[in-house]
């Protein structure tokens, strides 16, 4: 086991026998008051990262976190190691990312997480909603066409009623061992007494052009002089500690209701040229939902799986089934690495069933509280024999763009939505010591979400960011015909979601083998399924399914991660007649799987997470 700058993890976690996901769900055992109280010691430094840092993988016999920062990860592994269960683990590692990668995710924003429990797979539902006064137009200038991006980003027009912290409160309430205030302690503890900047975020903070736009942000992250604070900077946040102290005394009710909730409302609403419309009502009559998760089988390696994922208002379970699904009807299902790499014939098979999947996604998916599934079932996109007649449009030439398919034979009166701009997110992936674990997948949209901060106290730096999710809506509500489109703004609607945590089983056992996901917009379905491809097709552990290279199409160009492929693939490829693109795809993925004796976790080279147990 690799020692860590943050501490020496002995890596200790027995196998848990479980049944199949489909057996009757039992009642939740009742939070665990017996344990010690928790008490929450912060490193003595961060743990650095920038840009591609090589990472060895990591064993573990009982629990385990992975996280997309180490102090995160950190603040999980003590939770875990203090008695705490996966979703206590999960509230500390999404409040200290709040802290320190706010250009991520964090309270403002939403969050899918998936669950199990031992017996049964839950899908918790955090995701932002619209609020109450928009409509389809919201994104419409006065000509009548859609905004530029960054126009509706920045400000509050593109704000939605954040989810994620009343979700965690749900799901504590099912699943927490530990009480939840405990929970908020380690976020408290860092926000009062600051974090070392990391080297990925002074880099964001540099990029960025919209962020110092914001009086608060630019007097927190800036120095005077416009310059983001330097790596290394103890940065203090006493006005997201003092959030975080509400929220522990009163549950998540503290940032629907009251102070902080008037203020994310003055935000939203008092931006001097974008303001949005949300008000009070909405923050106080937001809900989260418990969904059935979408669970399809897959054949890989002579071996039987169930992925389990999240359903609609999420793309990402769909999306990698229809891949995974379609892939298994083409010679690509036997095709082995060459040279450590996926082939070119390896890649044109995945990236034309990769387009096809996605031209049933921009048909199809939205939240299916305003949309129906075609053929009455979301499934209906998953059946073997749908994928097998979409696996047949497949021949030597690529497609370039594909045509959206007709599962259960029934045309949609519905219009595609053209491809747009889609960002951000984080990822955290935990198996406990009690035989639980998730997969978790948290948002505010683009890096540093509307560049709106909120603070609770007037003249004062510092609080939380409000996430943009708004704009993974189409911002077109219709076509040139005048047909509406799935995925359009209506008031109380959850945006269309990448977001793909997923949980993986053995179909003959019944036992859990793999919990993953990542970042990266519309690129996080390429990224999850590499990893699985990657694991249970090549055989590769779950840190060297992360190091390989990216690749995708999201039904246009081939996307292939700049400078990890040879030219003569890339030629090979162009000879299909595929458009390739060589680009940066910086995927952000945790993965822990089953191992003999316990498990093994990856974290992405191209970000700063580890994985942490014992």
């Known amino acids: 086991m690799p020692r860590l700058p943050l501490l020496i993890a002995s890596l200790v976690l027995a196998a848990c026998t479980s049944v199949p996901p489909s057996a009757p769900p039992e ?111 919201l994104f419409l200038g006065a000509d009548g066409k859609p905004m530029p991006f960054y126009e509706a980003v920045v400000g509050g027009r593109a704000v939605g009623v954040p989810g994620a912290v009343r979700m965690l409160e749900m799901a504590h309430r099912q699943h927490g061992r530990l009480p939840w205030a405990q929970l908020m302690q380690p976020a408290i503890v860092l926000a009062e007494g600051g974090f070392q900047i ?70 939203v609403r008092q931006h001097p040229t974008n303001p949005g419309a949300m008000t009070l009502s909405d923050l106080a009559a937001y809900q989260p939902q418990k969904r059935a998760p979408l669970c399809h089988d897959w054949r890989a390696s002579g071996r039987d799986w169930q992925v389990c994922g999240f359903p609609p208002p999420s793309s990402g379970a769909l999306a990698i089934g229809q891949i995974l699904g379609i892939l298994q009807h083409t010679p690509a299902a036997s095709m082995p690495l060459q040279d450590g790499l996926p082939s070119a014939d390896w890649l044109h098979f995945y990236t034309e069933a990769a387009r096809l999947a996605f031209a049933d996604r921009a048909q199809y998916v939205a939240d299916p509280a305003f949309t129906a599934p075609p053929a009455g079932r979301w499934s209906s996109l998953l059946d073997p024999a749908y994928l097998a007649a979409r696996a047949r449009l497949i021949g030597p030439q690529s497609m370039k763009v594909a045509e959206p398919g007709t599962p259960g034979g029934e045309k949609s009166a519905q219009a595609p939505m053209p491809e747009q701009l889609e960002f951000g997110t984080s990822h955290l992936s935990i198996v406990d010591g009690y035989g639980q674990a ?22 004062r730096s510092g609080g939380f960011l409000l996430n943009n999710e708004l704009t993974d809506f189409s911002f077109a509500p219709a076509d040139a015909q005048g047909r509406p489109i799935a995925n ?85 490829l162009r000879a299909r007649g595929a458009e390739v693109r060589e680009q940066a795809m910086t995927s952000g993925l945790q993965a822990i799987t089953r191992v003999p004796g316990g498990w093994f976790g990856g974290a992405d080279p191209r970000r700063e997470g580890i994985v942490m147990g014992e």
């Not at 206590?88 to 706010?102: C, F, G, S």
Request: charged content about 20%; aromatic content about 6%; hydrophobic content about 40%.
């Open 27 to 137: 009642p939740a055992p009742a939070p665990d008051r017996t344990l010690p109280a928790f008490t929450y010691q912060p490193p003595l430094l961060p743990e650095a990262a920038s840009g591609i840092t090589e990472k060895p993988g990591w064993s573990t016999r009982r629990f385990a976190v992975a996280a997309a920062n180490p102090l995160a990860a950190h603040a999980g592994y003590q939770v875990l190691k203090a008695g705490g269960s996966a979703v206590d683990a999960a509230i500390a590692v999404q409040m200290v990312l709040t802290l320190v990668e706010p250009q991520s995710s964090g309270i403002g924003g939403g969050a899918f997480l998936l669950h199990y429990d031992g017996k049964q797979v839950e899908a918790f539902d955090g995701r932002e909603t619209a609020p109450s006064g928009v409509d389809e137009k």
């Open 488 to 572: 359009r703004v209506q008031a109380g609607k959850r945006p269309r979601s990448s977001m793909s945590p997923t949980l993986v089983f053995d179909k003959a056992t019944g036992q859990l083998v793999m919990t993953a996901g990542s970042p990266g917009g519309a690129l996080i379905i390429h990224f999850t399924a590499k990893t699985l491809v990657g694991t249970l097709g090549w055989g590769l552990n779950a840190q060297q399914a992360i190091n390989l290279p990216n690749f995708g199409s999201n039904n246009g160009p081939t996307l292939l991660e700049e400078k990890r492929f040879t030219p003569a693939t890339v030629q090979a």
């Open 198 to 267: 990391s080297p990925r975020l002074h880099t964001l903070l540099r990029n960025d052009a919209h962020l110092k736009k914001d009086p608060i942000a630019a007097a927190y992250f800036y120095r005077p002089d416009g310059e983001p604070r330097a790596v290394g900077t103890v940065l203090r946040n006493p006005e997201l500690g003092a959030v975080l102290r509400r929220i522990a005394a009163e549950g998540a009710r503290a940032l629907h209701e009251g102070e902080i909730a008037q203020a994310i409302v003055a935000k």
């Open 438 to 459: 998730l997969a978790m997948t948290t948002t505010i949209e683009d890096q540093f979400g509307a560049r709106q901060m909120v603070t609770t106290t007037p003249g």
